[in-house]
């Protein structure tokens, strides 16, 4: 009878963890639309300083400081499913879920101390309009070395596929471990896993989780963010020119 009782249990804790991921798989998608948006928001905006649209510029800006919210609020309940599915054990009495997803979010984002104004994404909307005027010049209350190091902050946590060397915005087919949020070649992880036989560690140095050719995958954020990566990329080789520029000595008219 213990053991009915216990392969029920565990039963209904794994419709819950699939019901979960269904839940969180939704919510990216959702993530992923926020992120395009902030990003044809940030093109506008860059259009609208180019033509010395600030009062336009500024409204913008305030409409993506209110979606850098909702994202960061997205991201926050993903974690709190997460948190309430894994724990989640079936009792004797029904179990209040909003409840718990309630309680878990306050306090996934009460460890947070990102502030819209503070966060990257918002960073980066400021910069490239800083950036139509003002190219290779460190925003108003910044030193360059910050800027470098806010613009380029990103869940992306490696810039190559650890297996083919390319960089990710050269890949053909780029996947994501679920695990340890590495990013592949899809064919070259698939055939890294067969060949160590279903037990393989994932390949990037350091990494010791392991990787399963069921748990790598294109999910609805990584195209975006490789976007992004590409966008940013671009951003900083125009700065990094017109820093050179600035930086020529003048041409000395006596010397010749």
Request: proline share 5%.
């Amino acid at each position: 009878m213990a053991s009915t009782s216990a392969s029920r249990s565990d039963g209904v804790s794994s419709r819950i963890r699939r019901a979960a991921s269904t839940v969180n798989s939704d919510n990216q998608l959702l993530v992923s639309d926020i992120r395009k948006a902030m990003n044809l928001m940030k093109d506008i905006a860059v259009d609208l300083e180019r033509d010395n649209q600030s009062d336009m510029v500024k409204q913008l800006e305030n409409a993506v400081a209110e979606l850098v919210e909702a994202h960061e609020n997205c991201l926050h309940y993903s974690s709190a499913i997460h948190s309430v599915a894994d724990a989640y054990r079936p009792g004797p009495e029904l179990t209040d879920f909003k409840k718990l997803l309630d309680t878990e979010f306050e306090k996934v984002k009460a460890g947070s101390s990102s502030h819209p104004q503070n966060h990257p994404l918002m960073h980066q909307f400021q910069q490239a309009v800083w950036n139509v005027h003002h190219a290779g010049q460190p925003m108003p209350g910044e030193e360059q070395e910050d800027i470098i190091m806010t613009s380029t902050e990103s869940s992306i946590k490696n810039l190559k596929c650890p297996l083919t060397g390319k960089h990710i915005t050269e890949l053909t087919e780029p996947v994501r471990s679920m695990d340890c949020k590495h990013i592949y070649e899809k064919n070259a992880i698939l055939i890294y896993i067969k060949s160590h036989h279903n037990n393989a560690k994932c390949p990037e140095s350091a990494c010791p989780k392991m990787v399963h050719a069921k748990r790598v995958i294109c999910d609805p954020l990584l195209l975006v963010e490789i976007e992004e990566q590409c966008t940013l990329s671009r951003q900083t080789a125009r700065t990094d020119v017109v820093e050179d520029f600035t930086e020529m000595e003048p041409h000395d008219e006596d010397s010749t």
